[in-house]
C-alpha cells in the first residue's frame, strides 16, 4: 500500500494497465502500417553536412534490436565537425519489437553515463521548439553527446513514459503503433558545450529531412 503512495508507482501502473487494455482492444484487429522509404535513400548531403560514411549494422545488433530499417552513417562538415546519425524505425511494435533506450544500450557497452538531461530546441517547419533527450557517456578519457528523441505520427518524444503513453493511444486510435528512434552522437573534444552545439546545429539541418522521410 505505501508503494501505490508514490505519483511515480501510479503512474506506471496507470500505463500498465492501459496496455493491457489497448493489448485486448487491438490484438485482433488488422494494424495499419503507413509506406515508407527506405532508410538507405535518405539524403547523403544535408545542408553542409555530407555522408563521410555509412557503417553497417552487425547482425548480433539486429537480431536484439529487431527493427525493421536502420541507418548508421558518419556526416562530415566543412569545419572538420563529425556526428553519427543512427535511426531506427519500427513499422510495428506489437510483438514487442521496440526502440532501445541509449540509457540502456549505452552502458551495456561500457560506457557509463555523466549527464542526463532535457532540452528544448527551435527546428525548421515545426510550429513550436522540441524537447529532446541530451545525454553525456564516458569510457575511459573518451566522452561523447547524444541526443535523441522517438518520432512518430507527427510527434516528438523525449520521455520513455510518454512514448509507451502514445503507443497505446495511437494503438487504439489509429491501429498504428509504428515509431522510429532518432539519434545524433559527437565526440567532445574541447568541452561538452561544444559538442552540444554541434549536435544541434545537425539537428536542426536533419530534422526536416527526418520528418519528410518518416510517416505522419
Given at each position: 500500500m505505501r508503494l501505490m503512495n508514490n505519483k511515480?508507482?501510479?503512474?506506471?501502473?496507470?500505463?500498465?494497465?492501459?496496455?493491457?487494455?489497448?493489448?485486448?482492444a487491438v490484438a485482433f484487429r488488422p494494424e495499419t502500417v503507413p509506406?515508407?522509404?527506405?532508410?538507405?535513400?535518405?539524403?547523403?548531403?544535408?545542408?553542409?553536412?555530407?555522408?563521410?560514411?555509412?557503417?553497417?549494422?552487425?547482425?548480433?545488433?539486429?537480431?536484439?534490436?529487431r527493427a525493421d530499417d536502420t541507418l548508421s552513417r558518419i556526416y562530415g562538415s566543412s569545419s572538420d565537425s563529425a556526428v553519427f546519425l543512427w535511426i531506427a524505425y519500427f513499422k510495428s511494435q506489437r510483438y514487442g519489437q521496440s526502440p532501445h533506450s541509449p540509457k540502456n544500450c549505452l552502458?551495456?557497452?561500457?560506457?557509463?553515463?555523466?549527464?542526463?538531461?532535457?532540452?528544448?530546441i527551435r527546428v525548421p517547419d515545426w510550429a513550436t521548439p522540441i524537447t529532446?533527450?541530451?545525454?553525456?557517456?564516458?569510457?575511459?578519457?573518451?566522452?561523447?553527446?547524444?541526443l535523441y528523441w522517438y518520432q512518430s505520427h507527427g510527434r516528438v518524444i523525449a520521455a520513455e513514459l510518454a512514448a509507451k503513453f502514445w503507443l497505446v493511444a495511437d494503438s487504439i486510435r489509429y491501429r498504428r503503433s509504428d515509431t522510429a528512434?532518432?539519434?545524433?552522437t559527437?565526440?567532445?573534444?574541447?568541452?561538452?558545450?561544444?559538442?552540444v552545439d554541434i549536435g544541434v546545429g545537425f539537428a536542426q539541418s536533419v530534422f526536416p529531412v527526418v520528418v519528410r522521410q518518416l510517416p505522419l
Open positions: 511515480y508507482a501510479r503512474v506506471l501502473v496507470l500505463v500498465l494497465l492501459l496496455q493491457t487494455a489497448a493489448f485486448y509506406p515508407v522509404p527506405p532508410l538507405i535513400m535518405f539524403p547523403e548531403q544535408i545542408g553542409g553536412w555530407r555522408v563521410v560514411k555509412d557503417l553497417p549494422v552487425e547482425k548480433e545488433i539486429q537480431d536484439v534490436l552502458p551495456g557497452s561500457g560506457w557509463e553515463p555523466v549527464e542526463d538531461a532535457k532540452m528544448t529532446i533527450n541530451r545525454y553525456v557517456v564516458q569510457h575511459g578519457d573518451e566522452r561523447s553527446v547524444s528512434l532518432v539519434r545524433i559527437v565526440p567532445v573534444y574541447d568541452s561538452v558545450q561544444k559538442a
